[in-house]
T-cell receptor, first 112, second 116 residues
Framework: GIQVEQSPPDLILQEGANSTLRCNFS?????LQWFHQNPWGQLINLFY???GTKQNGRLSATTVATERYSLLYISSSQTTDSGVYFC??????????????FGKGTLLTVNP | DVKVTQSSRYLVKRTGEKVFLECVQD?????MFWYRQDPGLGLRLIYF???????EKGDIPEGYSVSREKKERFSLILESASTNQTSMYLC???????????????FGQGTRLTVV
C-alpha cells in the first residue's frame, strides 16, 4: 500500500518562530489532509489539500502532487500550536481507495 | 458543521467482556472508518464501510468486528476484550470518492479504552 513519511519527527521552537513540516508519499493520491491532534486526542482538520496551496491564518499548506510531497507552514508559532501534526493520504490505486493512510506524525513543542 | 460523535470518551472494561464502541455522523457520508492509535505505531485502520451493511477489513481487523445497519451509525465490536486492545479508538467519516471531488474525512473525539 501507499507509504507516508513525515519529517521531522520532533520539533522544538520558541514562540514566534516559523516552521515547516514535510510529508512525502509513495504513490498518486486522491486526498491529502493535515490534522492537528489536540491534547484530548481529537484530530482537528487543518487542510484538505490533494494539490495546490491553501492558507488559513498563520497556517498554510502546499501539495506538489507530481513530486509526491506536501508541506505545512506554521508562522509566528504560539504555545497553543503544540501537539502532534499528522499528514494522511488516500491513494487512488487499487487497494488504497477510500481509506486514509497516516504518517507517524511530527511532535511540535512551542516554548514560551 | 460536520459532526462525528463517539459514544464514550473513556471506557474501562474487563478481559473477556464484549465491548461496543458506537459512532454516529450527521453529514450523510457514505464511508465510515475505525482506527486505533498506539504510541510508536501511529494510526492503523481496523475496519471501514462504504455503504450500509458493507464492510471491509483494514490493516488490523483481528479481534474486532463491525456493524453498519444504518448509514449514519458504525459500531466497532470487541467480541472478547483483551489487554492488548487497550488503545485510543478513533472513528471517521467521509463522502464517497466516486461521487464527490471533495473526500475530506472528519474524525470523532476518540474513545480511550482500557481493558483490565
Amino acid at each position: 500500500g501507499i507509504q507516508v513519511e513525515q519529517s521531522p519527527p520532533d520539533l522544538i521552537l520558541q514562540e514566534g518562530a516559523n516552521s515547516t513540516l514535510r510529508c512525502n508519499f509513495s504513490d498518486s493520491v486522491n486526498n491529502l489532509q493535515w490534522f492537528h491532534q489536540n491534547p484530548w486526542g481529537q484530530l482537528i482538520n487543518l487542510f484538505y489539500i490533494p494539490s495546490g496551496t491553501k492558507q488559513n491564518g498563520r497556517l498554510s499548506a502546499t501539495t506538489v502532487a507530481t513530486e509526491r510531497y506536501s508541506l505545512l507552514y506554521i508562522s509566528s508559532s504560539q504555545t497553543t500550536d503544540s501537539g502532534v501534526y499528522f499528514c494522511a493520504v488516500e491513494g487512488n490505486s487499487g487497494g488504497s481507495n477510500y481509506k486514509l493512510t497516516f504518517g507517524k506524525g511530527t511532535l511540535l513543542t512551542v516554548n514560551p | 458543521d460536520v459532526k462525528v460523535t463517539q459514544s464514550s470518551r473513556y471506557l474501562v472494561k474487563r478481559t473477556g467482556e464484549k465491548v461496543f464502541l458506537e459512532c454516529v455522523q450527521d453529514m450523510d457520508h457514505e464511508n465510515m472508518f475505525w482506527y486505533r492509535q498506539d504510541p510508536g505505531l501511529g494510526l492503523r485502520l481496523i475496519y471501514f464501510s462504504y455503504d450500509v451493511k458493507m464492510k471491509e477489513k483494514g490493516d488490523i481487523p483481528e479481534g474486532y468486528s463491525v456493524s453498519r445497519e444504518k448509514k449514519e451509525r458504525f459500531s466497532l465490536i470487541l467480541e472478547s476484550a483483551s489487554t492488548n486492545q487497550t488503545s485510543m479508538y478513533l472513528c471517521a467519516s467521509s463522502p464517497w470518492s466516486g461521487s464527490n471531488l471533495n473526500t475530506e474525512a472528519f474524525f470523532g473525539q476518540g474513545t480511550r479504552l482500557t481493558v483490565v
